[in-house]
T-cell receptor
């Protein structure tokens, strides 16, 4: 079984400041890792994913996440945030060895970017 | 445009009533999923289907039912047996459920409120 823990429920930050959203997971099997973003009253959009290869993955809008196997973490970072980054962010894992595509989600972190 | 359409966007249910949430996709995806979102709890899997005429229970299936008669459609019925149905419901699909690395695409969600 897998579980995902997002360590902060809310992260307030000023515009143009750096931010880190923390994600730790627990799993008895190897997993794929994902970050999704949700804007108010909308569905989820994939932000980035780690499948294999380089442990640092990047999104097109400046976010990056690093897979750390020893610490079972997949923290999300951005060096300079914008007001438009205000949203809820979900970390998720999927079983590599299974064949269902099911996602296990963390509780979510609300990023509040202030002017 | 290709995507997932959920309807209605808002739904109100009286105590004791069954209601059905619609989910349609034109992405030609084999796998479809229903998740429930509650504040501070992330998303939890209700049911999933990897192929037409087949579906499996997720982590919180009690009080819900689904059908998968067509590849593009995966309706969810919230029955009167669901004791706390007020939540935001999200439908998702992926190319196939055979591997965990396929990206899940989400609909815009249905907000169900019991009145």
């Amino acid at each position: 079984a897998q579980s995902v823990t997002q360590l902060d429920s809310q992260v307030p930050v000023f515009e143009e400041a750096p931010v880190e959203l923390r994600c730790n997971y627990s799993s008895s099997v190897s997993v794929y890792l994902f970050w999704y973003v949700q804007y108010p009253n909308q569905g989820l959009q994939l932000l980035l994913k780690y499948l294999s290869g380089s442990t640092l993955v990047e999104s097109i809008n400046g976010f990056e996440a690093e897979f750390n196997k020893s610490q079972t973490s997949f923290h999300l970072r951005k060096p300079s945030v914008h007001i438009s980054d205000t949203a809820e962010y979900f970390c998720a894992v999927s079983d590599r060895t299974g064949n269902t595509g099911k996602l296990i989600f963390g509780q979510g972190t609300t990023l509040q970017v202030k002017p | 445009d290709g995507g997932i359409t959920q309807s209605p966007k808002y739904l109100f249910r009286k105590e004791g009533q069954n209601v059905t949430l619609s989910c349609e996709q034109n992405l030609n995806h084999d796998a479809m999923y229903w998740y429930r979102q509650d504040p501070g709890q992330g998303l939890r899997l209700i049911y999933y289907s990897q192929i037409v005429n087949d579906f499996q229970k997720g982590d919180i299936a009690e009080g819900y039912s689904v059908s998968r008669e067509k590849k593009e459609s995966f309706p969810l019925t919230v029955t009167s047996a669901q004791k706390n149905p007020t939540a935001f419901y999200l439908c998702a699909s992926s190319i196939r459920g055979g591997t965990g690395n396929t990206e899940a695409f989400f609909g815009q969600g249905t907000r169900l409120t019991v009145v």
